[in-house]
């Protein structure tokens, strides 16, 4: 078992940062890959980036690329997702999801166990 608690999200200008945070337990971060993903209302869940647990290699969704960081603290258990540059249309819920059976780090049915979420609202 899994549980994943995500924070940091808010409101911002276009143009601003956040920074959001996953903090695990009930096992090690560093032990499964860790994947953000957003969420509008009555769409599905769309992959934002990831790590794995081996190697730490991250990915990220073209629309992301060259703005966010994904990183993690493995002291603090802890997965971040440093946001820059962010766009209104990046307003979305964004969920933290724990990887612990599969390869395949871009597909949210890849994934095991999820945060309930934060909000991210970027206004232009």
């Known amino acids: 078992q899994v549980q994943l608690v995500e924070s940091g999200g808010g409101l911002v200008q276009a143009g601003g940062s956040l920074r959001l945070s996953c903090a695990a337990s009930g096992r090690s971060s560093s032990s499964y890959a860790t994947g953000w993903f957003r969420q509008a209302p009555g769409k599905d869940r769309e992959f934002v980036a990831a790590?794995?647990?081996?190697?730490?290699?991250?990915y990220y969704a073209d629309p992301v690329k060259g703005r966010f960081t994904i990183s993690r603290d493995n002291a603090k258990n802890t997965v971040y997702l440093q946001m820059n540059s962010l766009k209104p249309e990046g307003t979305d819920v964004y969920y933290c999801e724990a990887n612990l059976h599969t390869t395949v780090v871009i597909t949210a049915s890849s994934y095991d166990y999820w945060g309930q979420g934060t909000q991210v609202t970027v206004s232009s």
């Open positions: 790590i794995r647990c081996i190697g730490g290699r991250t």
